[in-house]
């Protein structure tokens, strides 16, 4: 509809009829400039004129129509003018059906479809003709772009068609969040607020630091003047912990600069091939993905990431990485390349290990898109548990080699071992706070500088892990995208703040719920003013109750007299 009166083939093809009327519906669509100024004059009674006219491709292009809040067409060149764009024919057509329109929208949207169309003939037939001065403003032969403005007192005609086509608008950008009833804090880079350390960086061997180490590029020349030197055509420098300029400690790989961390280089020892550099995170969360930049050093050659979920103890793999099918098969017992069948599936992949890019290299790492539970994360127990994390690990067991490791090796030649090493530019770690769909906003505004779970559903613990005190009457759950699972209060009458939940309760059936309804397994705790039961609904031992005094009484229950006769 955006290529409307371009030039003269498309006027004429307009009013020779091959297109539909209703197909120039921006014609008339309404001239609603912001989506304020319209939802306060939505007409009421829509829903019966809604009803009749749903499934109608007609219905559809009105609705389409009403959500443009302000339409921008070409307008019509000169010639495209006068072959017939503003024909008697086309501005009876558009005097029509805006006078349909308007009719219909002055009724509440209760006229039928046949009504309407008599109406819109017979507004046709009585529509003044529009004065040459104003048919030429709207033709604007220039071929500029024209935004027509709102009309003043015009509404749209059916809000109902309009808030159901937003609806669906919404949810087809974003499929997960029609329906869903769980609540989940944004996506951040964990690696940002992390501890790290590694086991060897270069320059840094010694206790105190400060001891130069030469290393060499396996490409190239000095990426600046002044900073290294030509070694037997090999372009070399030093690491020095005590030179800022020379220096490449491991929190530059998390500091978000250009500098970077690197390795030992395997001429200063053979134990250089296996160094583990560690992220703490310092609490638990989901992550998505893990984001590795290299530098001036390939891709590691075999390498191993992996998680902790108990703050370091333990480390398990999330992804292994092998130069080709057989180190996958020799040195992790996996298969190479295989595909996601599971949400815990570990895989060992071959890509990520080749010699190029013999610098800046990059490793991305997603741990939930290709898997079953992908899009139904709150749904997959597994891969939510897959996802979690204290502490990220990278273990790095081989170097990148051109291969002429297997002489040069063996016989120690350090002007080719010295070459070999690794180096990290930049690690980014997407991941959000766990809070099992109970919270959406995630922040650290405490004295541990630990991120907090903003609790909802009465729920509460770091990571909306258990009911607020009081909110015991279910069993806890995570909050999933059809229901939120929230923590029902105990009735305990007024006479108990705490409960807890007990299964046994709940199946037979003897906990009264606040609707009165016995559902539930809460049990109050330290049930007051003389009362006892599961709802604190029984007088205690030795009290009782007066006839017509309510269970919520605070003081319904009285001491039990019991006088003796004395002969």
């Known amino acids: 509809m955006s290529k409307a009166f371009t030039d003269q083939s498309e006027a004429v093809r307009r009013n020779s009829g091959v297109v539909p009327w209703w197909w120039d519906a921006w014609w008339w669509q309404p001239r609603v400039s912001r989506w304020g100024e319209a939802k306060n004059a939505f007409p009421l009674p829509c829903r019966r004129s809604f009803q009749r006219a749903r499934g109608s491709r007609r219905l559809l292009v009105l609705g389409l129509a009403l959500a443009v809040p302000a339409r921008v067409v070409p307008a019509p060149s000169a010639a495209g003018f006068r072959a017939g764009a503003a024909s008697p024919r086309h501005r009876r057509r558009a005097r029509g059906a805006e006078a349909r329109l308007r009719a219909a929208h002055t009724r509440g949207c209760a006229r039928s479809r046949p009504a309407l169309g008599r109406e819109r003939r017979g507004a046709a037939a009585r529509a003044p003709p529009r004065s040459p001065r104003r048919r030429q403003r709207r033709a604007h032969p220039s071929g500029g772009m024209v935004v027509v403005p709102r009309a003043a007192g015009w509404a749209p005609r059916c809000p109902a068609l309009l808030l159901l086509l937003l609806v669906f608008g919404a949810a087809a950008r974003d499929p997960g969040a029609a329906g869903g009833l769980s609540l989940h804090p944004p996506y951040f880079n964990l690696a940002a607020a992390a501890r790290i350390w590694a086991t060897a960086t270069c320059g840094e061997r010694e206790p105190g630091g400060g001891r130069p180490e030469l290393y060499c590029k396996l490409v190239g020349g000095p990426t600046a003047e002044r900073h290294g030197h030509t070694i037997q055509g090999q372009f070399c420098d030093y690491c020095n912990s005590k030179e800022p300029r020379r220096a490449h400690p491991v929190t530059n790989a998390i500091d978000g600069t250009e500098r970077w961390w690197q390795s030992p280089p395997l001429s200063s020892g053979a134990q250089y091939n296996q160094v583990n550099v560690t992220l703490d995170l310092g609490q638990l969360f989901h992550v998505a993905y893990v984001l590795i930049k290299f530098a001036n050093s390939p891709r590691p050659d075999l390498w191993v990431l992996e998680r902790s979920v108990d703050f370091g103890s333990t480390y398990l793999p999330w992804q292994y990485f092998a130069h080709s099918k057989l180190d996958c098969w020799e040195q992790f017992g996996q298969k190479a390349n295989m595909a996601i069948t599971r949400d815990d599936d570990v895989l060992c992949v071959t890509e990520y290990s080749r010699i190029v890019p013999l610098e800046n290299g990059e490793v991305v790492v997603s741990l939930i898109n290709g898997r079953p539970g992908a899009k139904n994360f709150t749904f997959s127990h597994t891969l939510r548990e897959f996802t979690r994390a204290t502490n990220i690990r990278l273990r790095f067991l081989r170097t990148n080699t051109l291969l002429g490791h297997l002489i040069s090796k063996a016989q120690r030649d350090p002007t080719v071992t010295r070459r070999y090493y690794y180096s990290i530019k930049d690690i980014s770690i997407g991941g959000r706070c766990v809070c099992n769909g109970h919270a959406e906003v995630c922040q650290a505004s405490n004295p541990e500088k630990l991120f907090r779970c903003d609790c909802q559903h009465h729920t509460c613990g770091e990571t909306c892990d258990r009911c607020c005190k009081g909110y015991n009457q279910k069993r806890w759950w995570p909050a999933t995208s059809e229901q939120t699972n929230e923590c029902e209060a105990c009735n305990c009458h007024g006479h108990a703040v705490d409960c807890y939940y007990d299964a046994d ?53 009285i001491r039990e007299f019991h006088f003796s006769l004395v002969i």
């Open 505 to 557: 309760v709940e199946k037979q059936r003897a906990s009264l719920n606040m609707q009165g309804i016995y559902a539930g397994g809460g049990v109050c705790v330290n049930c007051q003013h003389n009362t006892a039961g599961v709802n604190c609904e029984m007088c205690a031992k030795g009290y009782y109750r007066p006839h017509g005094v309510p269970v919520d009484a605070p003081q319904g229950c």
